[in-house]
């Protein structure tokens, strides 16, 4: 199946210019969504990494399935004051400013393995900040799983010395 077909492109979105990928046609189609999760939990094996982790909000839509069907723990990772308790943050860089994402503190543990779920691997800021989330608390970066990947914004380059992995690559805009 070629889940790039399930893809609908949005002109002029979020703003004019922008074709923007809207990865929820493959989300509302069943069996392109099956053939989607299929894929990302094949990547990398379950053996290979102990929890995932996934941006929100549609890293959860990946990262949980995933997650279920190889029977590892789900750690979500939010924009502040989404997660109760204690939380550990990490500001990052955006094209125009900064943001932050912030984690549950001990959701993840030193020398865990980890393996990053996400929809959408654009410039890599959020994914890079990800990373060192997870480093911080001691553990080990496995790879990064995206369903599309802007090759074009050459995200990729951020995560450099990690495993990246995408289902459906856009060479241009």
């Excluded at 549609?58 to 924009?79: D, H, I, Q, S, T």
């Excluded at 400013?97 to 393995?113: A, H, N, V």
Aim: glycine share 10%; aromatic share 8%; proline share 8%.
């Amino acid at each position: 199946m070629n889940l790039k077909e399930y893809v609908r492109e949005i002109p002029d979105f979020p703003k004019p210019g922008i074709g923007f990928k809207d990865v929820f046609g493959i989300f509302g189609d069943p069996k392109a969504l099956k053939e989607c999760i299929d894929q990302l939990a094949a990547i990398v094996s379950p053996d290979d990494y102990d929890v995932i982790i996934g941006p929100e909000a549609r890293g959860f839509l990946v990262g949980m399935p995933v997650a279920y069907l190889k029977e590892k723990p789900f750690v979500p990772v939010r924009k502040p004051g989404k997660l109760p308790g204690e939380v550990v943050s990490i500001e990052y860089e955006l094209e125009y400013g900064t943001d932050r994402l912030e984690m549950q503190k001990d959701s993840i543990l030193p020398g865990q393995r980890v393996l990053i779920l996400d929809d959408l691997l654009a410039t890599g800021g959020t994914t890079k900040a990800m990373v060192k989330m997870v480093e911080n608390a001691g553990a080990k970066i496995i790879a990064c799983c995206f369903v599309m990947e802007l090759d074009f914004l050459q995200g990729r380059s951020e995560l450099t010395g990690y495993p990246v992995h995408s289902l459906i690559h856009y060479d241009a805009e």
